[in-house]
């Protein structure tokens, strides 16, 4: 594969740009080297349709930002595609393809081990376990967690070596070398979020998932946690994070998927899928420049014009359930 | 003194006896569930009925002893499939609720005599009498008959048995206790295999003097001997050797990081269901083991393996330390030890007339299990992570 070529060169912001520039600006549109295919995902709870996804493909390489407003569905979609949650449309049509394996059918730890990994909104530190045990347990094919070997120290004794090699190195890039030995439940919340990542890392993943990588850190912090999101995406991984921090998205990410109510609104490069009328209607409402303070609008021509619209609105929902 | 020197004989007479033996490798199989995985068993007392049950069937059908051992070990196997197939999947509370009906339909099932072919094999609440299984193991003793004093040179032996040279060495001993205890702590400055040598080293000098001070004379080879004694507290120590292995190795990470969260160790790729199917099986194994050990020296009856075996099971470990290495057989030792010391001590003093005569012996039996009872709360509230578990593991809610 000419991966090592294409991923070198993508560290280079112009020729992202021109990559993506290619790319059609509408929901689901095709990308040139697709590592995350979607089709036909639905997940209702009861008669709440929380997520709807016709078809979506994630770029290989680059930083793609899932936004929306709140209850748009962004984690149950997240939950959904790495095993998590099953769709509702499972065995209808429902279909998704990781780096051109089938996940249709798969367990969360499968999925992990395909190279999709994912971390936690809320952070799932092992807070009873040193730091160091938390980074050693994300290391995969472990000889010394099979319980057939793990009594015989010298069968898993090299490995176990190299992955505290590497855990280490991790460690000293995410400044969390010094609690090596210290329980993760004493870590801040930041420090949580930058255990996690690094714990994720530890697994080679080919892409990494991070649900709200940002929420509840302070500013210095988020700084360098997006100083490390790029340096992985210039390490060549495909990054897909859900954010609601407009700055943090228009600043790291290279192309932006809008979620609202479930489903994909608007797809397009961070600067310019903000201007969207698509997404203003969805993170503003669609009549958000109506001033409802303006007397002037009191009349019974703009009430039926509203009402026109409000009917409308409503047709066009029945006419998408039906 | 007399009075005293009774009740210290007695205390060793139980810390010694393969039945504390036989629990403590019960608790070890417990701890490795609940401690280390974070299952919630409260069945622990049917793994032991189970493996004692098969074990003791088998030689009664003619088998012989390692296919009756295998046997036993085969249907806590099975068992453990049984209940972890259906309920690993979900939430933990589940396990328990599952396992305490098993543990009790195993139990009713044993003492049930509806049933012809199964009275014949089980000998319903009356049990399957040791003396129908046992003589298989104990013909392999090589002790020979007679009794065995150990140590033969005991306290009467120095100044004549005074109460100093007696005082002094429990003052000794207490002392070896507090230290192993600070260094199984990790208090001390000593770490890995010298840590694991001085415990067991100050362990073996702590056994030597309390049998200086309270010499224990038994039979060689008969029920309850010392024939019994050894391989109860030989298995112990194979059980710990091995508890030690799987828990210091990446399985045994995996273990915890189970017990600390499920989803996160999915996310890392892990196979949750496995992993705990495996900690229940090698936990219920131990039991198993456990079950056998403790109606060799008795008979197979189902009543003296339920609930309350499991709930002294769970005492035990709570007072040594979940997930310590050494937690379940320090846990062990000062439950059944502590136990002793109050029935005795209410024996002698509360009710003789020589004393306070308030009670009779039924009475003191139940008086020692409500003052056990007011310790087990007093230590739930004042140390909560047991003798030898790290505070520090507290302080995180989970």
New interface residues.
């Given amino acids: 594969m000419s991966d090592t070529t294409t991923t070198a060169s993508l560290a280079d912001p112009a020729v992202r740009r021109e990559l993506m520039s290619t790319v059609e600006a509408t929901p689901g549109s095709s990308k040139p080297d697709s590592i995350l295919n979607v089709d036909h995902i639905t997940r209702h709870f009861g008669g709440i349709t929380a997520v709807d996804v016709g078809h979506l493909e994630v770029q290989r390489g680059i930083i793609t930002a899932l936004i929306g407003p709140n209850g748009a569905g962004k984690t149950t979609f997240f939950n959904l595609i790495?095993?998590?949650d099953r769709p509702s449309s499972a065995g209808q049509g429902a279909h998704w393809s990781f780096d051109g394996r089938t996940l249709d059918r798969t367990?969360?730890?499968?999925v992990?081990?395909s190279g999709m990994?994912?971390?936690?909104q809320l952070t799932?530190?092992?807070?009873?376990?040193t730091v160091m045990?938390n980074m050693?347990?994300?290391a995969?094919n472990?000889?010394?967690?099979?319980?057939a070997k793990?009594?015989l120290?010298p069968l898993?004794g090299g490995q176990?070596k190299q992955v505290e090699t590497k855990a280490l190195d991790l460690l000293d890039r995410f400044s969390l070398l010094e609690k090596r030995t210290d329980?993760a439940?004493?870590l801040s919340g930041g420090q949580r979020k930058l255990l996690e990542m690094a714990?994720?890392l530890?697994?080679d993943p080919k892409m990494i998932m991070l649900d709200e990588p940002m929420a509840g850190v302070n500013p210095a912090l988020t700084q360098s946690l997006l100083g490390h999101i790029q340096s992985l995406r210039d390490d060549g991984m495909t990054v897909l994070f859900v954010e609601h921090d407009m700055h943090v998205v228009r600043h790291i990410s290279d192309w932006v998927v809008v979620m609202a109510e479930g489903k994909i609104v608007a797809e397009g490069a961070a600067g310019e899928v903000m201007s969207n009328q698509a997404v203003i209607d969805a993170y503003l409402g669609a009549h958000h420049d109506t001033d409802l303070g303006d007397d002037a609008l009191l009349t019974d021509e703009t009430l039926e014009k509203l009402a026109e619209e409000v009917a409308e609105e409503d047709a066009e929902r029945k006419e998408e359930q039906a | 003194m007399d009075d005293i020197q009774n009740i210290l004989q007695a205390m060793m007479r139980v810390a010694v006896s393969p039945q504390t033996a036989a629990v403590a490798i019960a608790v070890i199989g417990l701890n490795i569930h609940f401690g280390y995985t974070g299952l919630l068993n409260i069945g622990q007392s049917a793994f032991m009925l189970l493996g004692a049950y098969g074990f003791a069937i088998s030689i009664t059908q003619g088998w012989p002893l390692v296919v009756a051992i295998l046997m036993g070990l085969l249907v806590a196997f099975v068992f453990a499939l049984v209940l972890g197939v259906p309920t690993l999947k979900l939430r933990g509370d589940y396990l328990a609720i599952v396992t305490i009906s098993a543990a009790e339909i195993v139990r009713y099932v044993g003492r049930s005599v509806g049933v012809e072919w199964l009275f014949d094999l089980t000998g319903g609440a009356q049990g399957i009498p040791g003396s129908q299984y046992r003589g298989s193991f104990t013909s392999l003793s090589p002790f020979g008959s007679g009794n065995t004093t150990i140590l033969s040179f005991n306290y009467t032996d120095v100044a004549g048995g005074s109460v100093v040279v007696r005082l002094l060495g429990w003052a000794v001993v207490i002392g070896l206790i507090w230290m192993a205890v600070r260094i199984g702590r990790g208090k001390t400055s000593l770490e890995g295999t010298g840590r694991t040598a001085a415990i067991i080293g100050i362990s073996a000098a702590t056994i030597l003097l309390a049998f200086f001070l309270a010499p224990t004379g038994q039979q060689n080879t008969g029920v309850d001997g010392w024939w019994f004694t050894f391989i109860a507290w030989i298995l112990v120590g194979i059980s710990l050797l091995?508890v030690l292995?799987?828990t210091k190795?990446?399985?045994?990470?995996?273990l915890?990081?189970v017990?600390?969260?499920e989803?996160?160790?999915?996310?890392?790729?892990?196979?949750?269901f496995a992993i705990k199917m495996?900690a229940l099986i090698?936990g219920g194994l131990f039991g198993a083991l456990g079950g056998m050990m403790y109606v060799l020296p008795a008979t197979v009856q189902p009543d003296s393996l339920g609930r309350s075996i499991t709930f002294f099971a769970y005492t035990a470990l709570l007072l040594g330390g979940a997930a310590t290495i050494w937690g379940p057989v320090l846990g062990t030792l000062i439950f059944y030890v502590g136990r002793i010391f109050i029935i005795a001590s209410a024996n002698t003093y509360l009710s003789s007339d020589k004393y306070i005569n308030i009670m009779n012996s039924q009475q003191t039996s139940q008086f020692a299990f409500i003052l056990v009872g007011v310790a087990l709360m007093l230590l739930v509230i004042f140390r909560p992570q047991g003798i030898l578990g790290d505070k520090?593991?507290l302080?995180?809610?989970?």
């Fill in positions: 790495t095993g998590f367990s969360a730890s499968r992990a081990r990994v994912r971390t936690f799932k530190a092992l807070s009873r376990m045990d050693m347990l994300g995969q472990q000889a010394g967690e099979n319980l793990c009594l120290r898993w176990e329980y439940g004493s714990r994720a530890m697994s | 091995i292995g799987l190795s990446p399985w045994g990470r995996a915890r990081g017990r600390e969260d989803d996160a160790m999915r996310s890392l790729g892990k196979n949750v495996q090698i520090r593991e302080r995180f809610n989970v």
